[in-house]
């Protein structure tokens, strides 16, 4: 079994690095007065990586509602 989480460990790694080198062109963001320039995947993961953070911080806070909610006095 340890050899078959090792290969989907190797495939999945594969995968990012095929989408990062099929995805470089550039975009450009802006936000207010601001802007940046970076390559499609970087902006992917980006995303992807705020998408993870505010998703489970968000997860957090209402288990805690939920916690408070049901809690007796």
């Known amino acids: 079994m340890r050899y ?3 290969a989907l ?3 999945a790694a594969a995968l990012v690095i095929l989408f990062k080198f099929q995805n470089l062109e550039t975009v ?3 936000l207010f ?3 940046m320039t970076l390559p499609v995947s970087v902006l992917v993961l980006l995303i992807y990586i705020l ?5 489970g ?3 957090a806070l209402v ?3 939920v916690h408070g909610a049901t809690r007796r006095p």
């Open 4 to 6: 078959v989480y090792m």
């Open 9 to 11: 460990i190797v495939c």
């Open 28 to 30: 450009t963001i802006s």
């Open 33 to 35: 007065s601001g802007s």
């Open 51 to 55: 998408g993870m953070l505010t998703g």
């Open 57 to 59: 911080s968000l997860l």
């Open 63 to 65: 288990r805690s509602w």
